[in-house]
């Protein structure tokens, strides 16, 4: 039974969300990092030869969020641990300590609901690299893949996709170090492959935001549980001792009738 007992006290709902948002945070943060890795060095650095700051803001960005979210999910689980069995009736028991409670329950809630919001957010930008990915797909297996070197002419350019080289470069008069076209058999080749290699990746790190927003979603629903039951827990206490009190008052009544009979029999 005393097994049995500390199992009960374990929150296994709050246990298996926090599973399935590091499993998210894990797979977002490792796919998009790495990613991107391929994008700014890969492509941008040896291809094009001039970064985009945007990019590596962007990257830095989302990995924090990322880990803010799983430091949240941690938290979250602690207070399951302590909204669970005879740990909440334990805790929460006092009228300053359930009022406390509902009060966590609730900022919990409504955290939850704005990541929950956020992640969408961040899962719709995450989209827009599956999109390019698609498109640029279709691009190589046409244009590059599907022709021999010598009949490549393809000419890929950033500014087809709105991406320029910097134009506040400090030399005044100079161009701005860097490419904005690729037209070489071998180049192209080498940016599909490069493209063949972060879209999956990109792909998998949706996947990740998805998985994240799941288990957020799971955890409002066990939130707002929480919610009810410390709400009712003083009403359960204060049942139980009044159940308790008039089992012992009963207990005590029957003993003292018993004990006056057999005073009674004792002297006849």
Request: net charge neutral.
């Amino acid at each position: 039974m005393g097994a049995l007992d500390k199992l009960g006290n374990c929150p296994f709902a709050s246990l298996i969300a926090t599973i399935i948002v590091f499993v998210g945070v894990g797979v977002f943060c490792g796919t998009l990092y790495r990613a991107l890795q391929i994008i700014i060095i890969n492509v941008m650095d040896r291809l094009f030869q001039f970064s985009v700051s945007w990019l590596s803001v962007i990257q830095i960005v989302f990995i924090v969020v990322a880990v803010v979210m799983a430091l949240f999910a941690i938290v979250l689980l602690v207070f399951g641990f302590l909204a669970t069995g005879a740990t909440r009736q334990n805790v929460y028991s006092g009228r300053k300590c359930i009022m406390g409670g509902r009060v966590s329950a609730g900022f919990f809630i409504l955290m939850s609901f704005l990541l929950i919001m956020g992640w969408l957010v961040i899962l719709g930008v995450s989209t827009i690299p599956v999109f390019l990915y698609i498109m640029f797909g279709s691009i190589c297996n046409t244009e590059v893949y599907g022709k021999n070197s010598e009949k490549i002419d393809y000419v890929f350019e950033l500014r087809h996709y709105g991406i320029y080289k910097n134009t506040t470069y400090p030399l005044f008069g100079a161009n701005p170090p860097g490419r904005d076209k690729i037209d070489t058999p071998t180049e192209l080749r080498n940016l599909c492959d490069n493209f063949a290699e972060a879209g999956p990746l990109f792909c998998t790190a949706v996947a990740g935001a998805a998985c994240i927003i799941f288990g957020m979603i799971f955890y409002m629903a066990i939130l707002s549980a929480n919610y009810t039951r410390i709400k009712i827990s003083k009403e359960l206490t204060d049942y139980r001792n009044a159940v308790d009190m008039e089992e012992i008052d009963l207990h005590t009544n029957g003993r003292g009738i018993l004990d006056q009979s057999y005073d009674k029999n004792s002297f006849r």
